[in-house]
T-cell receptor
Framework: AQRVTQPEKLLSVFKGAPVELKCNYS??????LFWYVQYSRQRLQLLLR??SRESIKGFTADLNKGETSFHLKKPFAQEEDSAMYYC?????????????FGTGTRLTVIP | NAGVTQTPKFRVLKTGQSMTLLCAQD?????MYWYRQDPGMGLRLIHY???????AKGEVPDGYNVSRLKKQNFLLGLESAAPSQTSVYFC????????????FGQGTRLTVV
């Protein structure tokens, strides 16, 4: 079952432009949602989680249960934001914090 | 501060050969996971473990076996490698808490020819 959908494989924006990476999910319970990022030649790392309602590196993501979305946004893109971004959903009912990932969006910020 | 370390980083296997990927974490995490990453498919869970001596199947477990004899180590075995197992493999670990962060290894790029 497709739990997380990221409709854009590639996204290019100019430096200083707003960025929105889309994520939609399907889950019957109370979702735990995350954004992970993989910079070039670095390991996958957590960017932010919905429960924290935090802003990390200028990025925010709001959980919209009505639209089952968790889009990642940043008002002004920077070159260092270029990376692969994965939306992920955690299912506790499997007995662990198993993460189910979307297919990822590669963001390129054009100078 | 090693975090999660995977061995080896790269490997080329011939079809039918076997190998073991080692994952070690030094954060005293209870939970450990093995994922594979394929183009256009994101990361998919192979097997996971909720503690020493326990393992369970994930989304794509066929062709793989795992063991967690020590809390800090999680081994992924391929008994008879197939070209379809060509992928990048990631190990991760996390605490038990809800909404907790998963820490990933640097990945192992495996090619089966």
């Amino acid at each position: 079952a497709q739990r997380v959908t990221q409709p854009e494989k590639l996204l290019s924006v100019f430096k200083g432009a707003p960025v929105e990476l889309k994520c939609n999910y399907s889950y019957s319970g109370s979702p735990e949602l995350f954004w992970y990022v993989q910079y070039s030649r670095q390991r996958l790392q957590l960017l932010l989680r919905h429960i924290s309602r935090e802003s990390i590196k200028g990025f925010t993501a709001d959980l919209n249960k009505g639209e089952t979305s968790f889009h990642l946004k940043k008002p002004f893109a920077q070159e260092e934001d270029s990376a692969m971004y994965y939306c992920a959903l955690s299912e506790r009912q499997t007995g662990a914090n198993n993460l189910f990932f979307g297919t990822g969006t590669r963001l390129t910020v054009i100078p | 501060n090693a975090g999660v370390t995977q061995t080896p980083k790269f490997r080329v296997l011939k079809t039918g050969q076997s190998m073991t990927l080692l994952c070690a974490q030094d954060m005293n995490h209870e939970y450990m996971y093995w994922y594979r990453q394929d183009p256009g498919m994101g990361l998919r869970l192979i097997h996971y473990s909720v503690g020493e001596g326990t393992t369970a199947k994930g989304e794509v477990p066929d062709g793989y076996n795992v063991s967690r004899l020590k809390k800090q180590n999680f081994l992924l075995g391929l008994e008879s490698a197939a070209p379809s197992q060509t992928s990048v493999y990631f190990c991760a670990s996390s605490q038990r808490d809800r909404n907790t962060e998963a820490f990933f290894g640097q990945g192992t790029r495996l090619t089966v020819v």
